[in-house]
C-alpha cells in the first residue's frame, strides 16, 4: 500500500511536465518543502480546479508510491482564497520574494514547527498591506529566525555583556559585540538599530512603524542582515534584485508609493529636501480577521501561539569562538 498524507500546503511554484502532468513545489504544514507530480493537471483542468497556482493555500492529498522518487498529488482543494497579492508590484514581489526564501532555504522533507502558520500570516498580512523595504527586512529576520538562524542582538556574542552604544555586528559570530570585543577597525552602530531589530522580529509586521527606524536605520539593518543571510545561508536569492527595484521607489511615510502620499506631494511641491530621520509610518491597523479565520496578528507583540512572532528562542547554529 503506497503510503499517503493529507496536509496543508501552500504551492512555491509548479511547472508543465510532458504533454499532461505538472510538477508541483510545495510547503507543506506536515513533510515540509515538497516536490509532487500532478496526473493529468494539463489534460483536465477539473482535477485540479485552479489551485495549483502561485500562492495558493490547499488541503492537500498525496500519496507516496511505492517505487518512485517522487510524491503525487492525488488531490488538492483551495483551503483558503488570499487575494490581493497580484493587486501590486510590491505585495507581488514581496510574495514571491518569501516562496523564494522557502523554496530554496528549506530542506526538502524538513518540516520545521510552525512554518506553515507563519507562512499562511504573511500571505494574509501581504494581502491588506502595501510592503516596503522595513517590511521585506523584517520578513527575512522573521524566517531566518524560524529555520534557527536568528541573531543575537542584546547581548554581546562574545562575552555576554549587554549591547549598549556603538557596538559592532559579525555574522560569522552571529550577532551584535561589544566595544570591547569588536576587533579594531570594526565599523560600528548604534546598539538602539539592533535592538529595534529584535523587537521587530517578535512584533507583527503590521506594527513595525512602532519600531522607531529611519530610513538610514533601515539601510544599515539591512545591509547587516544581508551579510548575515550571505554568511550563514550562502546563496544569492533570485527575486533579490527584483524587489529591491520595486521596493526602492516606496515612500515611508505612507502605504502608496513616492510621491503618491498628501505628505510626499506637499514635499514636492514645497522642494524641502526630505528631513532626515524621516520615521516608518504605523500603517493604519488592518480590519479585524473575519470570524473563524485565526488570528495571524494578536494585540501583544509576544501573545502566544501568533504564528508571526517566534516565541522561543531557537537553538542558534552558530560557533562560539575562542
Ligand atoms: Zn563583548
Do not use: N
Amino acid at each position: 500500500m503506497p503510503r499517503e498524507y493529507r496536509t496543508r500546503a501552500l504551492v512555491l511554484r509548479s511547472s508543465d511536465w510532458g504533454e499532461s502532468d505538472r510538477i508541483v513545489h510545495l510547503y507543506t504544514e506536515e513533510l515540509g518543502r515538497v516536490s509532487a507530480i500532478a496526473k493529468g493537471a494539463l489534460r483536465s483542468r477539473r482535477r485540479f480546479p485552479g489551485v495549483l497556482e502561485l500562492f495558493s493555500l490547499l488541503d492537500a492529498r498525496l500519496v507516496d508510491p511505492p517505487r518512485s522518487s517522487m510524491l503525487r498529488l492525488e488531490a488538492a482543494r483551495l483551503s483558503r482564497p488570499i487575494e490581493g497579492l497580484t493587486d501590486s508590484l510590491a505585495r507581488f514581489a514581496v510574495g514571491c520574494h518569501f516562496l523564494e526564501l522557502l523554496d530554496r532555504i528549506t530542506g526538502e522533507g524538513e518540516a520545521h514547527p510552525g512554518m506553515f502558520p507563519f507562512a499562511r500570516g504573511v500571505l494574509e498580512v501581504l494581502s491588506r498591506e502595501e510592503p516596503d523595504r522595513l517590511f521585506a527586512l523584517l520578513l527575512l529576520a522573521k524566517t531566518l529566525a524560524r529555520l534557527g538562524y536568528r541573531p543575537q542582538l542584546s547581548a554581546c556574542v562574545e562575552c555576554g555583556a549587554p549591547l549598549r552604544g556603538r557596538v559592532g555586528f559579525a555574522p560569522a559570530q552571529g550577532g551584535g559585540l561589544c566595544p570591547r570585543c569588536a576587533p579594531e577597525g570594526t565599523a560600528l552602530l548604534s546598539a538602539r538599530v539592533l535592538d529595534a531589530l529584535e523587537r521587530g522580529i517578535r512584533t507583527p509586521l503590521s506594527r513595525r512603524g512602532e519600531l522607531g527606524l529611519s530610513r538610514q536605520d533601515v539601510d544599515r539593518v539591512e545591509r547587516e542582515m544581508l551579510g548575515f543571510f550571505r554568511f550563514h545561508i550562502g546563496i544569492e536569492l533570485r527575486s533579490a534584485e527584483f524587489l529591491r527595484g520595486i521596493l526602492a521607489s516606496r515612500q515611508l511615510d505612507g502605504p502608496l508609493g513616492r510621491g503618491d502620499t498628501p505628505r510626499a506631494r506637499a514635499k514636492d511641491a514645497s522642494g524641502d529636501p526630505e528631513p532626515d530621520g524621516l520615521r516608518y509610518s504605523a500603517p493604519a491597523r488592518p480590519p479585524a480577521p473575519e470570524p473563524g479565520q485565526e488570528a495571524v496578528e494578536l494585540g501583544e507583540s509576544q501573545a502566544p501561539g501568533d504564528p508571526e512572532c517566534p516565541e522561543d528562542r531557537p537553538q542558534t547554529p552558530f560557533p562560539r569562538s575562542g
